[in-house]
């Protein structure tokens, strides 16, 4: 393996509305940040973790991470992008052409879905994203919260992660974005700002992102399906 996942780990998760930051929650006496982290390294074609973590986190020495010698720990920023940017600095931008970027909170990620990813990438020389093709019909609001209009739903996604991108593109997409203070939430918004092409890799709508408290349920449900191999 030789790709190089940068995963953002420095949010609060105030959604989660837990004691500790979510991705030190844990499941089956294990963090979550350590189940993605596994998940990633177990993947034949990943050698290298970046995780970006919070300025004061007082959690993250006491995982099995500190001392993993594929695992790089650098210090993320304000908003997730800025984590992001922080990790993808560690990068050596000579033998890094491709980089992904994978969310701390997202520990259900199955390894074929990395595999067509990053096949997808390669093959058309250009980045994408793991999505997921929306299942409810999708309403765009006016300003007084009543419909304007429904929307062509065989045409939506929702964006998950990884995505993967060239490291050099990535790195001056991103910073043209927070230069013009566009809004980014993720990889591939700073790249369409740009006119990049970004291709849209379907992949397993249980790779979900733990956001609010019933989610830990889910994932710990979705990872024990997935151990015994019933996961769609
Ligand atoms: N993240 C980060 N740096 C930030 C904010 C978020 O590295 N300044 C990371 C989170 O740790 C998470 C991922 O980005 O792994 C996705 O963000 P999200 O699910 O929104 O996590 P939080 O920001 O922690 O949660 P919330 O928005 O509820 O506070
Ligand atoms: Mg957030």
Wanted: charged residues 20%; hydrophobic residues 35%.
């Amino acid at each position: 393996g030789h790709f190089t996942v940068v995963v953002p780990a420095a949010g609060v998760g105030k959604r989660m509305r837990s004691a500790c930051p979510k991705q030190y929650l844990t499941i089956d006496n294990i963090t979550i940040l350590e189940h993605t982290v596994q998940r990633l390294l177990s993947h034949c074609a990943i050698s290298h973790v970046i995780i970006a973590i919070g300025e004061n986190d007082e959690y993250y020495p006491s995982t099995g991470l500190a001392d993993n010698k594929n695992v790089t720990c650098v210090v993320g920023g304000k908003e997730r992008v800025d984590s992001v940017l922080a990790g993808l600095k560690n990068l050596h931008l000579s033998k890094e052409q491709w980089v992904l970027v994978h969310d701390a909170a997202r520990p259900c990620v199955q390894h074929k879905d990395l595999t067509r990813l990053i096949t997808y990438c390669i093959e058309h020389d250009h980045g994408g994203l793991l999505a997921s093709p929306v299942r409810d019909t999708m309403k765009q609001a006016n300003t007084e919260q009543r419909v304007e209009t429904t929307l062509e739903r065989s045409q939506m996604w929702h964006a998950l992660t990884p995505q993967m991108f060239k490291t050099q593109e990535l790195i001056s997409a991103i910073s043209s974005a927070l230069s013009r203070d566009i809004s980014i939430t993720d990889e591939s918004s700073a790249m369409e700002a740009l006119g990049y092409p970004s291709g849209l890799v379907k992949g397993s709508s249980d790779n979900i992102k733990i956001t609010q408290p019933e989610d830990l349920c889910l994932a710990e449900f979705i990872l024990n399906q997935q151990k015994n191999n019933l996961s769609p």
